[in-house]
């Protein structure tokens, strides 16, 4: 997880104002409603998700994503319903690792 905070550090430090994206709405509730589900229903599960959840959209606020890796990732975390910070998060580092070992 260290290295997910590193990575939206660096994305603050680097991006511009310019090339800044608005994190997307997703609903916490719905996403995890969903997630808890397909777990057979845990409320457990599913309180963990909605804490899990708000912090990963509480550290996103706070970055500077490029526009088009926010465009794409967006499209990837809401492949499997409502919508998900956590993959959202996890997508932009990603992204933005790949696209430093290929320069």
Do not use: H, N, W
């Not at 996103?60 to 990837?76: G, N, W």
Request: hydrophobic fraction near 45%; include cysteine; charge should be negative.
């Amino acid at each position: 997880m260290k290295s997910v905070f590193g990575a939206l550090a660096l994305v603050i430090c680097m991006a511009g104002p310019a090339l800044a994206a608005d994190i997307p709405a997703y609903d916490i509730k719905e996403t995890c409603r969903e997630i808890a589900a397909a777990g057979g229903g845990s409320k457990m599960l599913e309180l963990q998700c909605r804490k899990d959840e708000a912090a990963s959209q509480k550290r996103l606020q706070k970055a500077s994503v490029p526009a088009d890796t926010m465009r794409t990732c967006d499209q990837i975390s809401q492949t499997l319903g409502a919508g998900s910070y956590m993959i959202l998060e996890q997508c932009i580092k990603d992204e933005l690792d790949a696209a430093a070992q290929l320069q």
